[in-house]
């Protein structure tokens, strides 16, 4: 009866003022909703809220192949579609690994070029491991997959030897500590002696910029410190204010 009341007041602005016909497969429904005796409360407040409604309710058996009731599971279609989701899981996870600075068509590129990268390759479609190539991926043969010429370890991307050093760089660009560079990293790439590679840098120069913005115009004065002590930016405020005031005049 639940069903009978959301498909009136779904419907409300197509069905109320008109007579329609309400054809059910519960047969009990039809003396529920008329008789004029009391029943539940819950199942009175149903019949309150189809009561500005004009309907007559028909009774169809459920074994009537045209019975419209429940009809997805009573027409199943004769072709079942196919939903890879584990390929569309991984063509996510593909591109939600990627650096912003590669694309995936480079990556491809380099890992057809990379001898190691193809021998792993072959040895996850093979399940040959032997080779003394893939001797540093063995240990991990059950995290990897192959997706669209890319190797994945679970959800990072295994990284050619010609693109590591790059994106090492980029993601010290950001100029963050070794162990923040690390875990940056960690979540999207994978290469052997991953953590090696990382700490060896490259390093900050150890230069600083100082940026001073007037909170009026907004103008910026960036000024390059060795020091970012006490002594060191109060030296470099006053340098800027002279600077200011040489350009103001």
């Not at 001797?135 to 959800?155: A, N, P, V, Y």
Request: aromatic share 10%; glycine share 4%; with cysteine.
């Amino acid at each position: 009866m639940l069903a009978v009341v959301f498909g009136v007041e779904k419907f409300h602005i197509y069905l109320y003022g008109s007579t329609f016909t309400v054809i059910t497969d519960h047969k009990l429904l039809l003396g529920i909703i008329g008789s004029c005796k009391p029943t539940s409360v819950r199942i009175d407040r149903w019949r309150l809220r189809l009561m500005p409604y004009q309907f007559t309710m028909i009774y169809r058996p459920d074994k009537d192949a045209d019975n419209p009731a429940d009809y997805l599971s009573r027409h199943p279609t004769t072709k079942p579609l196919r939903h890879n989701d584990g390929e569309n899981y991984v063509n996510y996870v593909a591109n939600a690994s990627l650096p912003n600075a590669l694309s995936l068509r480079e990556v491809r590129k380099k890992t057809k070029q990379d001898r190691v990268l193809v021998a792993v390759m072959t040895s996850i479609s093979t399940g040959n491991w032997d080779s003394r190539l893939v001797s540093q991926f063995q240990f991990l043969k059950d995290e990897l997959t192959i997706h669209d010429g890319i190797i994945l370890r679970q959800h990072r991307i295994v990284i050619p030897e010609s693109l590591r050093l790059r994106v090492i760089k980029l993601a010290h660009s950001a100029h963050q500590s070794v162990v923040k560079t690390k875990q940056l990293l960690r979540e999207k790439i994978w290469f052997p002696v991953f953590d090696k590679l990382v700490e060896s840098g490259p390093f900050p120069s150890g230069d600083y910029l100082l940026i001073v913005i007037d909170d009026y115009s907004k103008f910026p004065e960036v000024e390059i410190v060795k020091s970012t002590s006490a002594h060191a930016t109060i030296q470099s405020l006053y340098q800027c204010s002279q600077d200011l005031e040489h350009q103001a005049f």
